[in-house]
């Protein structure tokens, strides 16, 4: 079983839909990041949080200490919000989840 | 443009040969990450440095891999006598440290893609 497991692996919606990717892990952990890859394999860092949620635009991250759990929301979803959602976890070294596949069709 | 940058973007070569690939960091960060990327998964851990000092390295990187850096700046990986199985692609990611603690963003690069033939 994974350190990091994340759900649902691909996920297809609808441009205006509201999207929730969940992550679960099993490690103690200092922070817990979403990432943001695009085709070609740039990773861009959405969020850094190691309690409560945090907000920025569209997008909304929350985590559960306890249950070790935390969620990546879009709102009114874009095709450009396309991309592979990977959530990590760190402490003196990161690891990841195997990504969510989103594609968000107009 | 004061990002992570890798070089070469991309790498074709045959089983057996040796090959280098650079990270240069963002230049006010101590740390430094190297992690591999196949194929429909998530990054997986290599090694990390603090400045030149190599801290920790994964049972991932056999002994036919060596990452160096050497003065606490760029980093080189070197995979000796590639295999098929070494095709993926290869990340590297810096972050600040302070020994106050804390955890810091890490800021990545756009990674070299190796294909072994």
């Known amino acids: 079983k994974n350190e990091v497991e994340q759900s649902p692996q691909n996920l297809t919606a609808q441009e205006g839909e509201f999207i929730t990717i969940n992550c679960s892990y099993s490690v103690g952990i200092s922070a817990l990041h979403w990432l943001q890859q695009h085709p070609g394999g740039g990773i861009v860092s959405l969020f850094m949080l190691s309690s409560g949620k945090k907000k920025h635009g569209r997008l909304i991250a929350t985590i559960n200490i306890q249950e070790k759990h935390s969620s990546l929301h879009i709102t009114a979803s874009h095709p450009r919000d396309s991309a592979v959602y990977i959530c990590?976890?760190?402490?003196?070294?990161?690891?990841f989840g195997a990504g969510t596949r989103l594609t968000v069709k107009p | 443009d004061t990002g992570v940058s890798q070089n070469p973007r991309h790498k074709i070569t045959k089983r057996g040969q040796n090959v280098t690939f650079r990270c240069d960091p963002i230049s006010e960060h101590n740390r430094l990450y190297w992690y591999r990327q196949t194929l429909g998964q998530g990054p997986e851990f290599l090694t990390y440095f603090q400045n030149e000092a190599q801290l920790e390295k994964s049972r991932l990187l056999s002994d036919r891999f060596s990452a160096e850096r050497p003065k606490g700046s760029f980093s080189t990986l070197e995979i000796q006598r590639t295999e098929q199985g070494d095709s993926a692609m290869y990340l590297c990611a810096s972050s600040p440290y302070s020994r106050a603690g804390g955890t810091y963003e890490q800021f990545f690069g756009p990674g070299t893609r190796l294909t072994v033939l």
């Open positions: 990590a976890v760190s402490g003196d070294d990161m690891r």
